[in-house]
Nanobody
């Protein structure tokens, strides 16, 4: 049974940092990513990383501030978030897909709340 379990969310002041973790179980994935959804807004892509860890993708809004990484030995992906802004407040979801060429992600975590106070 596949599970993605996020952790690391919380309340932080603007300018601060948080690190999110997503532990996957049940299988490995070619691509793992992070999405977020703010109140009243649609879910949006944040970052993704391929299996080797050498190829990463970022939304323009987080480039230079967020870093995605993965530890394949632990089947875990991380999102280091620095210089947080109020507009980064959202529920952050981990997602994974088996096929690197697939458009949609196959599995999703339950989400973790990140709140940035201004």
């Amino acid at each position: 049974q596949v599970q993605l379990v996020e952790s690391g969310g919380g309340l932080v002041q603007a300018g601060g940092s948080l690190r999110l973790s997503c532990a996957a179980s049940g299988r490995t994935f070619s691509v793992m990513g992070w999405f977020r959804q703010a109140p009243g807004k649609e879910r949006e892509f944040v970052a993704a990383i391929r299996g080797s860890g050498r190829t990463t993708y970022y939304a323009d809004s987080v480039k230079g501030r967020f870093t995605i990484s993965r530890d394949n030995a632990k089947n875990t992906v991380y999102l280091q978030m620095n210089s947080l802004k109020f507009e980064d407040t959202a529920v952050y979801y981990c997602a994974a897909k088996r096929d690197v060429n697939a458009k949609a992600y196959d599995f999703w975590g339950q989400g973790t709340q990140v709140t940035v106070s201004s």
